[in-house]
């Protein structure tokens, strides 16, 4: 797949140009040297992440309005930190999930999958027209490096903010202007240069999920497991939905969780938002996030919200009866859930 079937704007095009040799799959990008998925844990690497956007909210009722709105608290949330976050409807359904950061008390950044930053700021706009808060979408401007397995300082003149993105690595995001002079002055030696793809693969294997266009409004925050991700506040008081997360949180009846899948082989493409059976051929899951190996394009690897009772069947399937293994989080979930 060529970067330009992908949309890439101009700036990222420049910056991709400068980059050694890859190409794109699915929209995802594979260095060419990149060693494969199964030997990336420990891999000190370095990630362009053209597949992220980042939403800037400023102005004297930014922390009110966000406290107001999100799952995490955002008035608690000390200056250079991040958290996961969510922003829902009445409901408790995510119009959008990302990570929230704090620059200044009254400047917070939202960092999130591009194919959503649209739905998210609309969403939050409808809330937003009566606070002193403004909200602009700085994607265009502004580019997005990983790093893992490092703690180097990539700091630059034109960094705008350094994410800590919990046990994957961090994000640093530089004005796209300057991208050519940052990658030509940051230390990389001793950093592998590995796709947007192998950044995907971390955040699974991290049990980290995103909603897409397709599945806006399909899940409730813990669904995503982001009440053992940092991801939602029990105590800060109320924002949109927290009369439902909380009633999940203590009657225990969170049926559906988040949980990593790989698959063999797949006869066709695999997206988020696609169904996922079990032996009886009842839907019983939720594709929400999928990438193509680096070693075979055809094995999947990715993220589904699944009901907890068929998480222990060892037949579990796509409609086109793709097999798919569900394997181990980092992270355990409490028994309480039914």
Known sequence: MSASSITLDNGWQNCLAALPAHHFDDGQSYFDSEPSFTDLKDTPSIHPLHQLGLISIQGPDAGRFLQGQLTADAETLGHGESTLAAHCDPKGRMHSNFYLHRIAADHYLLQMPFSIVSTALAALNKYAVFSKATLT??????????????????????????????????????????????????????????????????????????????????????????????????????????????????????????????????????????????????????????????????????????????????????????????????????????
Request: charged fraction near 20%; aromatic fraction near 10%; hydrophobic fraction near 35%.
């Open 137 to 338: 979408d700085l994607s265009s401007e502004y580019a997005a490096f990983g790093f893992a397995n490092t703690d180097k300082d990539h700091s630059h003149a034109d960094t705008l903010a350094l994410l800590t993105i919990n046990t994957v690595g961090s994000i640093q995001w530089i004005k796209k202007a300057s991208c050519n002079d940052y990658l030509k002055n940051i230390q990389t030696a001793g950093l592998q240069w590995c796709g947007s793809a192998a950044w995907e693969y971390r955040l699974i294997t991290a049990g980290i999920a995103f909603v897409q266009p397709k599945t806006v409004g399909e899940f409730i925050p813990q669904m995503f497991n982001l009440d053992y991700l940092d991801g939602i506040s029990f105590t800060k008081g109320c924002y949109t939905g927290q009369e439902i997360i909380a009633r999940m949180k203590y009657r225990g009846k969170v049926k559906r969780r988040c949980y990593p899948f790989v698959t063999s082989s797949a006869g066709s493409t695999i997206a988020a938002g696609d169904e996922l059976f079990n032996a009886s051929e009842s839907l019983i899951g939720i594709i929400v996030n999928v990438v193509s190996d680096t070693e075979n394009s055809e094995k999947k690897h990715g993220l589904a919200v699944i009901k907890v009772s068929d998480t222990e069947h060892s037949q579990l399937s796509l409609k086109d009866k793709t097999s798919v293994a569900i394997t181990a989080l980092p992270y355990n979930l409490d028994s309480d859930t039914e």
